[in-house]
């Protein structure tokens, strides 16, 4: 299995441009996580989604930033318009059912910067 | 307020010489607790996870313990080599089947020189 992929994996762009994440989980899992990692405060959960519908957007910072997955295979991240206190690495992570010792595999992360 | 507080932030050692992170928790109620290795420009992955009942784990050169009483766990690595530079990061699920039970640490940084 590839594991979780995302793209693209480094994104530059400037203030007030749109940006789209984009990750396909672990084909099978039905439970998507995206996460925003800062060194000032760590990980952070902005939104999770079960078998394709957004079950907690309460991470989601602002209306600026929204979060689709059409199918089972795909989901993206959009940032609009974006902002320099937006740079960060962006995470999506997939699991097979969501309590217990069930595992979240990471994907490599998408490094924003918004200049 | 459920949190996870790790130490210490930042941790240089020399190659062969053995290291303790720590992890602290709030977290309640306690389902498990996950030890995660971060490498540079990579998404964290599972080291190991521990239960309430469990009190010593071990993955190689990595050994995890958890004192539930307490609420702390270390992350013991042992002979370190230059690829155990990373982050660490210690992850707490509460109880409950929803997605959002997990609180993350702020991960301990580790270096290993030669």
């Known amino acids: 299995d590839a594991g979780v992929i995302q793209s693209p994996r480094h994104e530059v762009t400037e203030m007030g441009q749109e940006v789209t994440l984009r990750c396909k989980p672990i084909?099978?899992?039905?439970?998507l996580f995206w996460y925003r990692q800062t060194m000032m405060r760590g990980l952070e959960l902005l939104i999770y989604?079960?078998?394709?519908?957004?079950?907690?957007d309460s991470g989601m910072p602002e209306d600026r930033f929204s979060a689709k997955m059409p199918n089972a295979s795909f989901s993206t991240l959009k940032i609009q318009p974006s902002e320099p206190r937006d740079s960060a690495v962006y995470f999506c992570?997939?699991?097979?059912?969501?309590?217990?010792?069930?595992?979240?595999?990471f994907g490599p992360g998408t490094r924003l910067t918004v200049l | 307020k459920n949190q996870v507080e790790q130490s210490p932030q930042s941790l240089i050692i020399l190659e062969g010489k053995n290291c303790t992170l720590q992890?602290?928790?709030?977290?309640?109620?306690?389902?498990?607790l996950r030890w995660y290795k971060q490498d540079t420009g990579r998404g964290p992955v599972s080291l190991t996870i521990?239960?309430?009942?469990?009190n010593t784990k071990s993955n190689g050169r990595y050994t995890a313990t958890l004192d539930a009483d307490t609420k702390q766990s270390s992350l013991h690595i042992t002979a370190s080599q230059l690829s155990d530079s990373a982050s660490y990061i210690c992850?707490?699920?509460?109880?409950?089947?929803?997605?959002?039970?997990?609180?993350f640490g702020g991960g301990t940084r580790l270096m290993v020189k030669p």
């Open positions: 084909s099978g899992h039905d439970y």
């Open positions: 992570a997939s699991s097979l059912l969501a309590g217990g010792a069930r595992e979240q595999f």
């Open positions: 989604f079960n078998n394709n519908v957004p079950i907690d």
């Open positions: 521990m239960t309430f009942s469990e």
């Open positions: 992850v707490v699920r509460a109880l409950g089947n929803a997605g959002n039970m997990l609180t």
């Open positions: 992890c602290n928790y709030t977290v309640s109620p306690f389902s498990n």
